[in-house]
């Protein structure tokens, strides 16, 4: 055999080995590198949030918000610790339940503390709204999370007025301001039928100047101006005849209202521009709803309707807190009417100051909200009755707080309320004076 040959079988030979030694080399060293390079760069707490991430997209609240409170106790200095709170609050709204919610108002409200300058505090102000929303319950059922909810979205549009979700606060609030007016308004109504007129009338006087975009304040200044016209007081009735024709023009009341004040020779106000604009286009506005399947699953539901509330129009910004309202000093001579009927006299602010009513005693209770015509029976509670917001009338005819609180009172009329009455005495002398004219009961 050529000497040549075997030279080149002989480095075959050992070539052979050599390449398998590096080939194995290669690639376990290589894993064995790129191991390293994966531990060296990796970042624990990111490591941490991503996989309570995951846990809390797939339902496994309880594991995600362990793993994201490992991550605040272990890396107080991380970058995703604000990240990491925030995701514990939205994986208790997620979960959802009493328990759940509540939780999670405390963990955004704390979000809120300690993180007041990040973008995510305007997120989690609309959160803390959100789940009283959530939990808001019918118009004659319990109000407190509506209450809530109205503080919680004017907080929000307070604070932040130029954040993006602002209008999508701006509609929830006014939803919700739908179901607070709606839950007065069934009160007033109540009252009305019954015949417990000063009581409608403090509670509708309420609704009327706190949420004029309800659905149906044309129908409760309606009933304002009837309870004032059946106690002989047109000129405070008339007040509410010219706001229906000025503030509800394309109210199916509006031409009865003009015809009111034709009878009663006031002056008929032209509609206001901007209000027929906004009812023009909430008619245009498709809503869903209303009918009668919609109606029968509503019973199924604790959920309020809210389909009928305003599209358009600025909400309520004042809080009730500090909007005024009404103060009842017991122990008062001005009653109800009726036999059996409690006396209690009334305090009143007049409406739009935004200031707290002035109280005989600094300890007059206030009076407690009622979910029910029921639990705010004519015989314990009093309400006030307010006039008219200031430009519905000349200054000059406007009613003082004096004729407005003796204008639906059964005893209007009596010089001095102060001293004892004498029941006999009471009934001949209102028949001789024909007081059982002003009386609707």
């Given at each position: 055999m050529n000497k040549s040959v075997k030279t080149r079988i002989r480095v075959r030979?050992?070539?052979?080995?050599?390449?398998?030694?590096?080939?194995?080399?290669?690639?376990?060293?290589?894993?064995k590198k790129h191991g390293q390079e994966q531990a060296s760069g990796a970042e624990p707490d990111k490591v941490l949030y991503e996989r309570?991430?995951?846990?809390?997209?797939?339902?496994?609240?309880?594991?995600?918000?362990?793993?994201?409170?490992?991550?605040?106790?272990?890396?107080?200095?991380?970058?995703?610790?604000?990240?990491?709170?925030?995701?514990?609050?939205?994986?208790?709204?997620?979960?959802?339940g009493t328990t759940g919610l509540t939780q999670a108002v405390?963990?955004?409200?704390?979000?809120?503390?300690f993180f007041p300058f990040l973008p995510e505090a305007t997120y989690a102000q609309l959160q803390v709204a959100m789940t009283h929303y959530r939990r808001m319950e019918k118009p004659d059922r319990d109000r407190s999370e509506a209450k809530l909810a109205e503080e919680e979205f004017q907080t929000f549009l307070q604070k932040y007025p130029d954040d993006?979700?602002?209008?999508?606060?701006?509609?929830?609030?006014?939803?919700?301001?739908?179901?607070?007016?709606?839950?007065?308004?069934?009160?007033?109504?109540?009252?009305?039928?019954?015949?417990?007129?000063?009581?409608?009338?403090?509670?509708?006087?309420?609704?009327?100047?706190?949420?004029?975009?309800?659905?149906?304040?044309?129908?409760?200044?309606?009933?304002?101006?009837?309870?004032?016209?059946?106690?002989?007081?047109?000129?405070?009735?008339?007040?509410?005849?010219?706001?229906?024709?000025?503030?509800?023009?394309?109210?199916?009341?509006?031409?009865n209202a003009k015809d009111k004040l034709k009878e009663f020779g006031a002056p008929i106000p032209q509609p206001d521009t901007v209000a027929l604009a906004r009812a023009q286009k909430e008619r245009e506005i498709e809503r869903r709803g209303g009918g009668i399947l919609h109606k029968a699953t509503g019973i199924?539901?604790?959920?309020?309707?809210?389909?009928?509330?305003?599209?358009?129009?600025?909400?309520?910004?004042?809080?009730?807190?500090?909007?005024?309202?009404?103060?009842?000093?017991?122990?008062?001579?001005?009653?109800?009417?009726?036999?059996?009927?409690?006396?209690?006299?009334?305090?009143?602010?007049q409406p739009g100051t935004g200031s707290a009513p002035s109280a005989a005693s600094p300890s007059s209770p206030t009076e407690p909200a009622a979910t029910s015509p029921a639990d705010t029976g004519p015989a314990t509670a009093t309400p006030p009755v307010t006039a008219p917001p200031a430009g519905d009338a000349p200054a000059a005819a406007k009613p003082d707080a004096t004729t407005i609180n003796t204008a639906l009172s059964p005893d209007a009329g009596v010089a001095n309320k102060s001293k004892p009455i004498d029941k006999n005495k009471e009934s001949t002398s209102k028949k001789k004076k024909g007081l059982r004219k002003i009386v609707p009961w």
């Open positions: 030979w050992l070539a052979l080995p050599l390449a398998g030694v590096l080939l194995l080399s290669g690639c376990f060293g290589g894993k309570s991430l995951e846990d809390i997209r797939h339902g496994r609240h309880t594991v995600g918000r362990l793993t994201l409170q490992t991550l605040i106790n272990t890396y107080p200095d991380s970058d995703y610790l604000a990240k990491a709170k925030l995701a514990i609050a939205d994986s208790f709204y997620k979960e959802g405390e963990e955004y409200k704390n979000f809120i503390i993006k979700l602002r209008a999508d606060a701006e509609q929830r609030l006014r939803d919700v301001q739908e179901v607070l007016a709606e839950g007065d308004y069934r009160i007033g109504r109540y009252y009305y039928i019954k015949g417990s007129l000063r009581a409608a009338a403090g509670r509708l006087s309420t609704l009327t100047e706190r949420y004029p975009l309800y659905s149906r304040a044309d129908q409760a200044n309606w009933m304002l101006a009837d309870i004032y016209t059946r106690s002989e007081h047109k000129e405070i009735a008339a007040k509410y005849w010219a706001r229906i024709v000025r503030e509800y023009p394309l109210s199916s009341m509006a031409a199924l539901t604790t959920r309020p309707d809210v389909t009928t509330a305003a599209q358009l129009g600025a909400p309520n910004m004042t809080p009730a807190s500090v909007s005024g309202g009404e103060i009842l000093t017991p122990g008062g001579t001005t009653g109800l009417g009726g036999e059996g009927a409690s006396t209690s006299a009334v305090m009143t602010v």
